[in-house]
């Protein structure tokens, strides 16, 4: 077990905490791991090191960034994928995506179940009162826990 996965699953799972409780995912968190991951893949691996983990930036921009700018997805769930990207570059990237996918839409389906039955108050967004907002990050946790454990 590689030993860059607990750290990446330990921020995953703060990340998910957060945003079920805050609905946001700080920069705080995500911006120094992000960082932090260029950095260690380049001085672990060299130059093919740093391209794998800008590389795995790159999917995870190019997968989510469409959704940020049409809206149905917010920028820290993008910066979380783009931070996790740095840490375990593009073919497990596109692999933790495609789980989160999977995750999100179970997710999402549970929380219209639970709008739709009687005692459930829905949280609207800011930006749209008549959506129902969803914390990604759990599903983002559940793709990159996936990921892990496919490597």
């Known amino acids: 077990m590689p030993p860059a996965w607990w750290p990446i699953l330990?921020?995953?799972?703060f990340a998910a905490a957060w945003d079920i409780y805050c609905?946001?995912?700080?920069?705080?968190?995500?911006?120094p791991f992000l960082v932090a991951g260029l950095v260690v893949s380049?001085?672990?691996?060299?130059?093919?090191?740093a391209g794998a983990s800008l590389a795995g930036v790159g999917?995870?921009?190019a997968a989510l960034g469409p959704m940020c700018w049409l809206g149905g997805m917010?920028?820290?769930?993008l910066k979380l994928c783009a931070a996790i990207g740095a840490w375990i570059g593009p073919s497990q990237m596109l692999f933790a995506l495609v789980v989160t996918a999977?995750?999100?839409g179970i997710i999402a389906a549970c929380y219209v179940l639970r709008r739709n039955s009687p005692g459930g108050p829905p949280r609207l967004a800011l930006d749209q009162p008549a959506a129902l907002?969803?914390?990604?990050a759990p599903a983002i946790a559940i793709g990159t826990l996936f990921a892990f454990l496919a490597q």
Do not use: K
């Open 102 to 104: 999977i995750a999100g």
């Open 23 to 31: 609905r946001r995912i700080p920069n705080w968190l995500v911006l």
């Open 42 to 49: 380049g001085l672990a691996r060299g130059f093919a090191g």
């Open 74 to 77: 917010g920028m820290g769930d």
């Open 10 to 13: 330990a921020v995953a799972s």
């Open 59 to 61: 999917v995870a921009v």
């Open 133 to 136: 907002a969803i914390p990604y």
